[in-house]
């Protein structure tokens, strides 16, 4: 058995948004057997861009039952019985948060109309519902309403079983496509398996119980509901069980992601299995089309070789990372009463020497900056943050120690700078860390000098290197940035298994 939902809500995300309406069509691989569809009231206002979609308006939903007095009907209805919806992940996802609320846990078996049709009906032009309804001759009234949709949808369900079947069907024996034999049925069948186009009324497809050839399309449906549509359990069984950095791709080409893990395969297995949270997220995962990769072999190399990759590629779902420019920096200076002085300012204003930590812009430095003064019990005039000729607002606190002031030596205060300095910046100056690599052997490098990341590379077993300039000739440069600083500097906290070797 099927049930076959839709839902309207207030929004596309299931963690702050509400059910408006809920249709449920119950399918037992032949015919629907049992219907239930109800406004539900969210308890909170409909935005108007959505009764603009809809049509539901807050007075429709006034008086309609709350969803905790609909949950029972849902339950009972659907159990035993596999979830069918067209974005199937939308509408389970809003069932689930729904029932959550409620402190039960919802769980039915799942089955993606979009990717049973991209299956069975590849090549059409679009495969959302209305589009598709319309291509394939299936009347779709009252779209965007809860009955409408999964009205529409029971009658496409019924006839992607119809392609499957195993056995050869009349119209099949006269060389007619499976879109074409979809529309042969009988000239009295209900309305909702009436001919789509091109078949003669009278024509008679049987009506037995689905077929073994059926039931495996469907069952293969279920199992890779979880998948994207345009991905195989092909495409994902080639993947690599190795680090390095994946690549999802648009029907286009074009890269929309780019993610690393130690462990390819089980890292998109991941992703595939969550239960996505908002519209975008579902758009997201229903556009990857094509995954590729590259092996590093080092986890380290991974993560500083996605920080780059998003970076050059400014992928449209990868939010963190996109920026490629730094202007912004915090600097270190020694005043004459031999303070250290921490200080922010425009990278291109200081070209003679490189930032401690580079950042976005001035307002992010200055911010990082103050934290800095607050978390180390510096002295915001001499980190320029309190221009004053006299003492600053934190020695008025009993904050500062009056290093401002001149009263606490500045051995003292210097302890502090450089704990505050060791906090965003490497132990070492000049090191390498000697990682995996892509093979057995091979190793993996990633030099930093004078606290400055150059790049990573590959050797091979017959490297030797006697001198940090033979292991700065052997990598690929790429950009230093306030990323790959903090991304080696977590890494190096870690507990990670590669050779770290410094040079004075």
């Not at 000697?434 to 091979?460: H, M, P, Q, T, W």
Request: aromatic content about 10%.
């Amino acid at each position: 058995m099927y049930a076959i939902i839709d839902l309207e809500t207030t929004g596309g995300q299931p963690a702050q948004d509400r059910i408006t309406e809920i249709a449920i069509y119950i399918h037992d691989g032949e015919k629907v057997v049992d219907e239930f569809s109800s406004l539900i009231n969210p308890g909170r206002a409909i935005p108007f861009f959505i009764t603009q979609l809809t049509g539901i308006t807050d007075d429709m939903v006034r008086e309609a039952p709350k969803f905790h007095e609909v949950a029972r009907k849902v339950v009972e209805m659907t159990e035993g019985c596999v979830f069918v919806a067209h974005n199937v992940r939308f509408d389970y996802s809003f069932l689930k948060k729904e029932f959550g609320d409620l402190g039960y846990n919802y769980s039915r078996k799942t089955l993606c109309t979009v990717r049973l049709s991209r299956s069975l009906m590849p090549g059409q032009p679009s495969y959302s519902l209305g589009k598709l309804c319309q291509n394939i001759g299936i009347p779709l009234e009252g779209r965007h309403r809860a009955a409408g949709d999964a009205a529409a949808t029971a009658i496409l369900f019924g006839r992607l079983l119809n392609i499957s079947q195993e056995q050869e069907t009349p119209a099949a024996a006269r060389g007619l496509s499976p879109a074409d034999a979809l529309a042969v049925v009988d000239a009295n069948a209900p309305s909702g398996r009436r001919p789509a186009t091109g078949a003669a009324p009278g024509t008679v497809v049987a009506t037995k119980a689905p077929s073994a050839r059926k039931m495996k399309a469907v069952q293969e449906a279920i199992k890779t509901a979880l998948l994207p549509p345009n991905i195989t359990p092909q495409h994902v069984a080639a993947l690599p069980h190795e680090a390095g950095v994946y690549y999802f791709h648009n029907e286009a080409g074009e890269v929309i992601y780019v993610g690393k893990s130690i462990n390819i395969y089980k890292r998109i297995q991941q992703h595939f299995a969550v239960d996505y949270k908002s519209r975008k997220s579902i758009e997201f995962k229903n556009s990857i089309s094509e995954i590729t990769w590259e092996l590093t072999g080092s986890e380290l190399v991974a993560l500083l070789y996605e920080s780059h990759e998003i970076k050059r590629l400014k992928p449209l779902y990868n939010r963190q990372q996109r920026r490629s420019v730094f202007p912004a920096g915090i600097f270190l200076r020694t005043d004459e009463q031999g303070y250290k002085r921490l200080y922010y300012g425009r990278a291109d204003d200081h070209a003679e020497s490189h930032p401690l930590i580079a950042l976005g812009n001035q307002f992010k430095a200055k911010g990082f900056l103050f934290h800095k003064v607050a978390k180390f019990n510096l002295c915001q005039k001499l980190c320029d943050l309190y221009k004053t000729p006299g003492a600053c607002f934190d020695y008025q606190v009993h904050r500062c120690q009056g290093a401002c002031l001149g009263l606490e030596p500045a051995e003292e205060y210097n302890k502090r700078v450089e704990e505050a300095i060791e906090s965003f910046t490497y132990e070492h100056g000049s090191f390498v860390v000697i990682g995996a690599g892509r093979r057995a052997d091979e190793k993996s490098l990633v030099v930093v000098e004078n606290g400055r990341y150059l790049g990573f590379g590959y050797i091979d077993e017959t490297f030797s290197a006697r001198r940090f300039e033979d292991f700065r000739d052997a990598i690929t440069r790429y950009n230093d940035n306030k990323d790959v600083q903090q991304i080696i500097r977590q890494y190096l906290r870690t507990k990670h298994k590669d050779k770290v070797k410094v040079f004075s």
